[in-house]
Structure formats: C-alpha cells, structure tokens
C-alpha cells in the first residue's frame, strides 16, 4: 500500500490515515524515523502516562534486575532522537531572574 502526504514550508507533514492506523498513534504519540539503506522506517512509542504506573517505585534505587542490552540500545536511540529534534518531551519552568544587585 502507499500512502502520500505533502511537505509544508516548515517541514510539517499529516501523516495518512491509514499510516496512523496501522502504527496505532494518537495525539502526542511519538514517531521515530529509522534511516536504512536510502529507505525511512517509521516506528511509533506509544506509552502513555498512565501506563508509567509503577515502574518508578525503585527510582534512586540499584534495581533488582541488571538492565539489558536492548534497554540501554532503546535508552541511547531515545536520548539521539530527543536531541536531533531538540525536543525532549519535557516542559522546563522557567522563572525571571531577578536582577542581581551590585
């Protein structure tokens, strides 16, 4: 099947219906490009906050179970992607700096 979509000005695109479909996203999902051979492969992470219950409660903690190969693999690609985009999922607080007195 080939699905088409058209490039804006600002590099924006809609991805086809039938592309998020068959990658199952919504609304703040994220996509990651895999570039192979000339040809893009689209992946989607579709964790949603609710399903992050738990998986905190040994934060600070040596876990239990050593971590993975694949895991730390996932971990790097996830921290490439972020900085390539320049966007890393997280809103920062910022307050006025008060001006410093002399």
């Known amino acids: 099947m080939i699905a088409t979509s058209k490039v ?45 219950r738990g998986k905190f409660k040994n ?13 730390m693999h996932e971990a790097v690609q996830e921290a490439v992607a972020e900085k390539e985009t320049g966007f890393s999922g997280r809103r920062r607080m910022t307050k006025p700096r008060k001006a410093r007195e002399a």
């Open 8 to 52: 804006t000005k600002k590099n924006q695109t809609t991805l086809p219906r039938v592309v998020v479909e068959a990658l199952g996203v919504k609304p703040a999902d994220r996509i990651y490009y895999e570039i192979e051979d000339g040809r893009i492969v689209l992946r989607s992470k579709t964790e949603r906050l609710a399903d992050l």
């Open 59 to 71: 934060f600070g903690r040596k876990p239990e179970t050593p971590v993975s190969v694949e895991q």
